[in-house]
């Protein structure tokens, strides 16, 4: 395998979710790859600190926390305590010495139509966080979902309503997540990109390709580099043409992945990544 | 039930899949609707000409046929079996006595991650069709479908890019269909039916709601009107400021309104739409 070419890939955790934390940080120095993306739940399980200890003895940095968000609720004590988890989310993320918290915005409240006014609410929220953030040394990275999960996780769905949002901000405090599964579909998409790497907000690069039939819920239906319709090179292309030169996560929700040996998995997808994204 | 008030419910025979054609004709004439979506196969089934002559006995108006489309092949011999397929579609719209084809554009070929190239050859297949579309007196509505569909079945996501697609030709010839459950995520489509309006492209306004989870295959989860997350009268509202007066065909895939009583759901459609979209 040639390391130098996987010197800017990350592995997020998900994507290899039958590994514990130690093992993921063992199979990845084994296999030559120094980055690692993490979510909050298993490292909260393993412990923070401990998590913290472990990827450094292992000589891995951590690219980026999944996840804050959830700030479009319309009751004002749900609020304050989305607001409470995400400083306790940013806490975490300074921890962990990464400089990215990732944010999914959340949905529509019960029985709300209004996409745009719960769109404000998620700016109001990054109001009030992007000052903790700021003293913690952590940027707060708005990823937009599919258009497919506007109702019940994200109301942001494409780059450019997440840069409308980020550039109310300081570009060091927000930006963007480009993660391919969600925006492959938009003519728009590397306009958009451009748009974030000029102004240094492209804050998190990440990869996962788009398969069908989508499975029920469509949550876990994403594919292996390779297996479906994403063109990743070109994607690559627009991000570094706009400036980025950070690392490229990898980051696949996928049942059939995760019933396999963990080694293999990962083997496969720096494999995929070499053919399809390099 | 107030008549005056369901003057422009159409409704699409797929919304009520277990009515046979002769039930439709009777169910709507029962409950003083006069129009009427069609879906090919079905017809077919029943004949053409006696479709026509059925709808036309009832006093029933045929707002649509669905549909055409699927342009996208890469196989020249595949490419000319859809052209015919769709010359035979307007000759069974023509027959119906409907203005209006609806075109559903295709996914990618197998293989394919070329989303750009397979939109022009939708605007090629177009240009093929126009003239004939033409001396039938039927409009081509190109539908923008849902981003979750982009890969297997209509490469078309936006309205934007139906429109940019449709004003390669006349307004008379080629418009848009502007569906609800696919455009209601869409920051730009408030936008986009003003500009669709403005140029007389609105040739079929369809509403269905967006309800999760959506069921694996993702094909049949619309939900009734009023069972989700968009507000259909801000369409309307937006169609009616663009100039649009045409009629409002409700058009549902849904497995739990199929298993029902067909009148149960019609009087059900007929409140819900007085209810949330009129």
New interface residues.
């Given amino acids: 395998m040639n390391e130098q070419s996987l010197s800017r890939l990350s592995i997020n955790q998900e994507t290899i979710k039958q590994w514990s934390l130690p093992e993921l940080a063992e199979g990845c120095v084994a296999a030559g790859i120094d980055k690692v993306g993490l979510w909050r739940a298993p490292v909260q399980a393993y412990g923070v600190e401990r998590t913290a200890g472990l990827l450094a003895d292992a000589g891995l940095s951590v690219t980026s926390l999944c996840r804050g968000g959830f700030f479009t609720a319309l009751d004002p004590a749900e609020r304050a305590r989305a607001l409470d988890d995400n400083r306790a989310a940013l806490d975490e993320a300074a921890a962990l010495s990464t400089d990215t918290l990732v944010l999914v915005s959340g949905g ?1 409240p019960p029985g ?5 006014g719960a769109r404000e609410r998620v700016a109001e929220a990054l109001s009030e966080l992007v000052p903790y953030a700021a003293e913690r040394g952590v940027r707060l990275a708005i990823e937009p979902l ?3 999960f ?3 996780r994200c109301v942001v ?2 780059l450019a ?1 997440a840069l409308d949002l980020a550039e109310r901000f300081p570009a060091d405090r927000v930006g963007v997540v480009v993660d391919t599964y969600h925006l ?4 728009q998409a590397p306009a958009q990109i451009a748009r974030a790497g000029a102004g240094g907000r492209i804050h998190s690069f990440q990869l996962a390709d ?1 398969i ?7 949550l876990l239906g994403r594919g292996q580099l390779g297996d ?4 990743f090179r070109s994607f690559r292309t627009e991000a570094e043409s706009a400036g980025f030169d950070g690392p490229i996560e990898v980051e696949i929700f996928n049942e059939a992945l995760w019933a396999r040996d963990g080694a293999d998995v990962l083997a496969e997808v720096a494999e995929r990544y070499l053919q399809h994204a390099c």
Avoid: F
């Fill in positions: 529509l709300s139509r209004d996409l745009y599919h258009p497919m506007a109702s019940d769905s494409t309503q492959w579909w938009d003519d788009w069908t039939p989508l499975p029920e819920g469509v479906g319709s994403i063109d």
